[in-house]
């Protein structure tokens, strides 16, 4: 098992040792928006986190980024915008079910409860399945493949978050 991590981290290092190939594949795509709804007690939240990076978290995963969207609640006579708002929720690496190629990853959301303009909302727990997109070229599959073992793997934190923000970077 200690050869595979750390044949994992080798070969995550040899992708970003070139970061010209990498910026060259990329094709101008962007890393995935995720849409987020929450509920609060007199309304509910609609709107999108932009992931910005991945960080480690005590022992595990969290992402940071910024959350826009809109609030509606009855407590407010208007809908409440919310933009640009820093925020950060805690995130596991998977393999993606029912995945044919090792070029699937699933980043499971964890629930949350959260103050929004000044009321609670909860986010309810939510999958990102990632897979290459067309103009990434093949180094987005070949580091969606470690990262999807290295979750296999059960890898240090570390790892995976080394992993997943060199991702980020990759459709950047």
Request: net charge positive; aromatic share 6%.
């Amino acid at each position: 098992m200690q050869r595979r991590i750390i044949a994992i981290v080798i070969v995550s290092l040899a992708l970003l040792a070139a970061p010209a190939g990498a910026a060259a594949q990329s094709g101008g795509s962007r890393f995935p928006t995720v849409l987020r709804t929450a509920k609060t007690a007199g309304g509910r939240f609609q709107g999108s986190f932009v992931i910005r990076r991945f960080r480690v978290h005590g022992p595990g995963i969290a992402v940071f980024g910024r959350l826009n969207g809109t609030l509606r609640d009855r407590r407010y006579p208007t809908t409440q915008r919310v933009r640009n708002r820093a925020f950060s929720f805690d995130v596991a690496a998977a393999r993606a079910p029912g995945a044919t190629s090792c070029a699937r990853l699933a980043i499971v959301f964890a629930a949350r409860t959260a103050p929004l303009v000044g009321l609670a909302a909860t986010f309810a727990q939510r999958t990102l399945v990632l897979q290459p997109r067309r103009g990434t070229g093949p180094s987005t599959a070949e580091l969606l493949c470690g990262a999807s073992a290295a979750a296999a793997a059960n890898a240090p934190p570390q790892v995976t978050v080394h992993l997943l923000n060199a991702l980020r970077l990759q459709y950047a």
